[in-house]
């Protein structure tokens, strides 16, 4: 029997020894069982107490133990797989133990850490007896089984947080090895339950560490949490820092009632009045972005931290203000992000002071709005325009720091260059043409075309067309361009005379229709007039419409065609002969004509002479007495016999006498008196006679 326990105590202490090698079983100091300090042998069955563990867990499980081993000790042992407890039970009824083996026992108990479950002397004695009897005649136990045996008496408790290596990732479950004889196991949704639920990736064979929610020794697997174990650990980082007084890194997540959410690690909480150092009207800017902040509150316990920007800004806005100064000076270039856009210009936070870039400032082109050219957060670099600290005002100025292109724009464009640009800008008198960034040229409406008569310019051009044109005239002193689209082709009015001489006939359409005429396409965007006087012979005020429609084709005859005014007269009365002409030829001064009257007047008679030509006989030349008037003797319709008087080729007039042609009449008759009197001739007074 002594060489039993001899042969137990020599198991317990090589079992010992293998634990302490093991790298799987690295414990905590505060994790190891308590080592017996002293203990007195009084007798081979004295009694010793256990020792007290500080634990209550611990405590309850020694005693379950106990208690487990002593309804073991008095059972009858029946079953082929003896418990240790069961034989050194049997062999207690059969033979008392000898002083000299319970000291052995004390003395290899003294080398060995007390198991968390605590047995009495006897108890020990017994197991070891048992343990003895059962091994002889077979091989020593594996390290294996005395590292399971070992494991049995290993506890963790609750909130503990082990180190791990997974071993499998399914669905539901992750399982680690924490070293134990079980796995420890918590649930796959731990993943993605972070605070800004961000999945976190695992594979097989990473090391993590995990938090003990609950732990029994008889359990199939240990229950753990991953993100306990994270958020414990953040934590205690949060109370380094504060204990630190350094600043942490967080972003901010979302707007929430009287401030924004950060993560930490764990969710923060910033006032509004603690996110910036002056209030906004919009703080959208801030959600995504991350930020150093202080820690202003900490309650590990409930799970509240505030945070706070403003001072870091102030801090930061303090030392950029008084770097800011020593360089600020006029014409000084400095660095600046964009603040906000404004319709007439950009705020620029210089670092410790903001100045306005007026949106006249932002380019020597056009820019409509400063959005087109800056956005919020743009780093940009300017020329400081003008400085008053008084008032802390700066003016800023990009285009500035580039040379001015008038500078140079005389000799770039000289008149006479053609040019390529782009429509900036249509008005109703022109289009305004980028010949580049800050330079402008106007094309008039009256440069846009030869032949047509344009009254807007977006009859011709439309914003952002590319044209090219002819420079006119340029003033740098006025920053002003002339250019002309027109004079980029050939001038169809420069030979328009040769192609159309006048006297020719041609035809065209009828363009348009006016009070004063027609106006006749007579060759593509070339339209000549004809006046109103030009449509019928003898017909001075005719009325167009009763001649010709709007649209239909006509033949016209060539007037003139004055190039230099770009007018072409034409006529339609012209394509027949001259009724005039054709009146020369057929009656002349003196002579005796017999025509109806067509119209009396106050001052005269009119005698239609052809189907064109009226004669006008005044009323001094109507031989009627003094007071009375031309409607007392004529009427319309009656046939006045009259002499031709007076023929005006240039006025195209003829003029009649009635009067005259009576004093004729006598003058005839008194030659042909004269001629024809014979010797005894008849006396004077009875040729009178025979006038009146």
């Known amino acids: 029997m002594v060489q039993g326990w001899e042969q137990s105590a020599a198991i317990k ?50 005693e379950t133990t106990k208690e487990e081993t002593a309804e073991t000790a008095t059972e009858t042992p029946e079953v082929k797989d003896e418990s240790p407890a069961e034989v050194v039970a049997e062999q207690s009824t059969e033979e008392p133990k000898s002083t000299e083996t319970t000291d052995t026992v004390e003395e290899e108990k003294a080398e060995q850490p007390t198991p968390v479950e605590a047995t009495t002397d006897e108890e020990s004695e017994a197991a070891a007896d048992e343990e003895s009897t059962e091994k002889e005649g077979d091989e020593e136990e594996s390290f294996e089984d005395l590292l399971a045996k070992y494991d049995s008496f290993r506890e963790y408790r609750p909130g503990e947080i082990v180190s791990g290596t997974v071993v499998s990732i399914t669905e539901k479950d992750v399982l680690v090895d924490i070293g134990a004889r079980v796995e420890a196991v918590f649930s796959a949704s731990e993943l993605n339950a972070t605070e800004n639920n961000e999945e976190v990736q695992l594979k097989d064979g990473d090391k993590i560490n995990v938090m003990i929610v609950r732990f029994s020794p008889v359990s199939n697997s240990i229950p753990v949490s991953f993100e306990r174990a994270r958020v414990s650990q953040v934590w205690d980082e949060i109370e380094a820092h504060v204990n630190e007084e350094r600043t942490i890194k967080g972003k901010v997540i979302e707007k929430v009632k009287g401030g924004f959410i950060v993560d930490i690690g764990v969710r923060a909480f910033l006032p509004t009045s603690l996110a910036t150092m002056k209030p906004q009207k919009d703080y959208s800017g801030l959600i995504g972005e991350v930020y150093d902040f202080n820690i202003v509150k900490l309650q590990r316990r409930r ?44 705020f620029i936070d210089l670092g410790g002071m903001d100045g306005l870039l007026h949106v006249t400032d932002m380019s020597w082109g056009r820019v409509a709005h400063p959005k087109d050219v800056l956005n919020v957060g743009d780093e940009i670099e300017a020329k400081v325009l003008r400085l008053d600290m008084e008032k802390e005002k700066i003016s800023l100025s990009i285009k500035h720091m580039l040379p001015d292109p008038w500078l140079s724009a005389f000799e770039k464009y000289s ?265 005894g001739g008849a006396k004077m007074g009875d040729f009178m006679k025979d006038l009146m």
Do not use: C
């Not at 100091?29 to 634990?55: C, F, H, L, R």
């Not at 505030?306 to 014409?331: C, F, P, T």
């Open 415 to 679: 008149p006479g260059t053609k040019i390529s640009g782009k429509v900036l800008n249509i008005a109703t008198y022109g289009a305004f043409v980028e010949l580049e960034a800050g330079v402008e040229g106007l094309i008039h409406v009256s440069e846009m075309s030869w032949t047509k008569v344009i009254r807007n310019a977006s009859q011709m051009l439309k914003k952002g067309d590319l044209v090219e044109a002819i420079v006119l005239d340029v003033d740098p002193e006025n920053r002003k361009i002339s250019l002309s689209l027109r004079q980029t082709k050939e001038n169809p009015w420069e030979t328009l005379g040769q192609r159309f001489p006048g006297g020719s006939r041609v035809k065209g359409k009828v363009r348009n229709i006016t009070e004063f005429g027609a106006f006749v396409e007579i060759e593509e965007g070339i339209d000549g007039l004809v006046h109103v006087s030009d449509f019928a012979w003898g017909v001075k005020n005719a009325n167009p419409s009763d001649y010709v429609k709007k649209g239909e084709e006509v033949e016209v005859y060539i007037l003139s065609v004055d190039s230099e005014n770009q007018k072409v007269s034409l006529s339609i009365k012209k394509l027949t002969p001259d009724p005039w002409v054709e009146f020369l030829n057929d009656f002349k001064e003196g002579q005796i004509v017999k025509a109806p009257v067509v119209r009396v007047t106050d001052f005269g008679v009119f005698l239609k002479l052809t189907d064109f030509v009226d004669g006008l006989i005044h009323q001094g030349d109507l031989n009627i007495e003094r007071n009375a008037k031309p409607a007392d003797v004529f009427k319309e319709g009656d046939d006045v016999q009259a002499m031709i008087s007076r023929i005006s080729r240039k006025d195209k007039k003829v003029y009649l006498s009635i009067r005259r042609m009576i004093v004729e009449e006598e003058r005839r008759a008194i030659r042909e008196y004269t001629n024809n009197q014979d010797g």
């Open 13 to 62: 202490k090589n079992m010992s020894r293998n634990e302490q090698k093991s790298q799987e079983y690295t414990m905590k100091p505060e994790e190891q069982p308590t080592m017996t300090e002293e203990k007195q042998v009084q007798g081979t069955e004295s009694d010793q107490q256990p020792e007290q563990n500080s634990n209550p867990t611990e405590e309850k499980a020694a």
């Open 303 to 346: 799970g509240n931290v505030i945070l706070s920007r403003k001072e870091l800004l102030q801090k930061e806005y303090d030392e950029s203000r008084k770097a800011l100064l020593e360089v600020l000076k006029e014409g000084a270039v400095v660095k600046g992000k964009v603040k906000s856009l404004t319709d007439y210009g950009a």
